[in-house]
């Protein structure tokens, strides 16, 4: 119970903490390009975290590139032309993790790339300014989840998690679940979690955007505030759309 609350100092030290992990996601997101490997990825994140003054890594990086059945961490795959690429980093700093994901496409994306991009996004823009004090871990749930099918047409939905708590743990309650996979938890003021929708596309990998979270008085927080667009990399271009 106690870990699901933050006083105003802990939140200003996860503020710092998720400063540092924007960082290092800048470094990956640059590092991502056709050719790449995805451990070399996780590497040049990992110097970077360090330089801006991370003490620990929360995980190591997570650089999934593509279809990778089986295969839960960076590994040996070289990036390739059309792929989706999650960029998932957590940081620690003064003892309190932080953690962000970002997605990259690797050439010209396909309307269906960019039609279930806009859709994931537009959900978890929706999803945070529904979260209050007040509402449940269920319901947070629950309304996402019907916003993605709802913008994807029912071709796309959630899998049964959409986040969980962070602070001098990497995870923490709330557990934001379906409900038969966690407890009822009614979100309060001060309670900091992660807020991470990914949908899995077929033969591309996963479109993911996760941001450190922090419940307020009257609505929430954004803790981590990179561009959550789509990021392409094409012949060694990059932009945002």
């Given at each position: 119970m ?19 992990a ?10 991502v390009?056709i050719?790449?490997?995805?451990r ?5 994140v ?7 003054g ?20 960076s ?6 032309r ?7 980093i ?5 003892g309190y993790?932080?953690?962000i ?18 859709a994931?996004k537009?959900?978890h ?8 004090p ?6 947070l ?16 939905s ?12 990497l995870?923490?309650e ?7 996979s ?32 922090a ?17 392409i ?9």
């Amino acid at each position: 119970m106690q870990g699901r609350f933050k006083s105003v100092e802990e939140i200003k030290v996860l503020r710092h903490s998720c400063s540092i992990a924007e960082m290092g996601m800048e470094a990956g997101l640059a590092a991502v390009k056709i050719g790449a490997v995805e451990r070399e990825i996780a590497g040049e994140v990992s110097k970077a975290l360090f330089a801006k003054g991370a003490t620990a890594l929360g995980f190591m990086p997570n650089i999934a590139a593509g279809e990778r059945p089986g295969i839960l961490f960076s590994s040996s795959k070289f990036v390739r032309r059309n792929e989706l690429v999650r960029v998932d980093i957590s940081s620690v700093w003064n003892g309190y993790y932080s953690c962000i994901a970002r997605t990259v496409f690797t050439g010209k994306p396909a309307n269906e790339i960019m039609d279930v991009y806009n859709a994931l996004k537009e959900a978890h823009e929706k999803g945070l300014e529904y979260i209050k004090p007040g509402i449940t871990n269920y319901q947070l749930y629950e309304f996402t989840k019907k916003e993605i099918e709802k913008l994807t047409g029912g071709g796309y939905s959630l899998p049964f998690f959409l986040g969980h708590g962070i602070g001098v743990s990497l995870i923490d309650e709330p557990w934001i679940f379906e409900k038969s996979s966690c407890e009822e938890t009614e979100l309060k003021e001060g309670m900091c979690f992660l807020f991470e929708p990914v949908i899995h596309v077929q033969g591309y990998g996963d479109v993911a955007l996760t941001d450190c979270v922090a419940v307020t008085e009257t609505g929430v927080e954004l803790l981590t505030r990179t561009d959550r667009s789509l990021f392409i990399e094409e012949f060694g271009v990059y932009q945002r759309v």
